[in-house]
């Protein structure tokens, strides 16, 4: 208790100097927290469309074709009647 006592009439330098004008002096304490999630977030999202881009490029390149769907012979057999060809075995 006695300590507290020893500075009560003294001022710090910077308020004594100053005289009756408050200046609030605030540092800079970083990026804020919401601006880094945001960072973080779209960073991921911009890598996940890159990554999936990536891999549908080698997807066709390495990747062969689709195949077509078996024509039937009853199709076949159909659309030879409307070309004017006869069908083999007829």
Request: hydrophobic share 40%.
């Amino acid at each position: 208790m006695a300590e507290e006592s020893d500075f009560a009439d003294k001022v710090p330098p910077s308020f004594y100097e100053m005289g009756n004008k408050i200046i609030y002096e605030t540092e800079a304490k970083g990026l804020n927290p919401g601006l880094i999630v945001l960072l973080v977030v779209l960073g991921l999202l911009l890598i996940f469309l890159v990554g999936n881009y990536v891999l549908y490029l080698y997807a066709q390149k390495t990747l062969p074709p689709r195949k077509k769907k078996p024509v039937s012979k009853k199709k076949m057999k159909r659309e030879r009647l409307k070309q004017g060809v006869s069908a083999p075995g007829e």
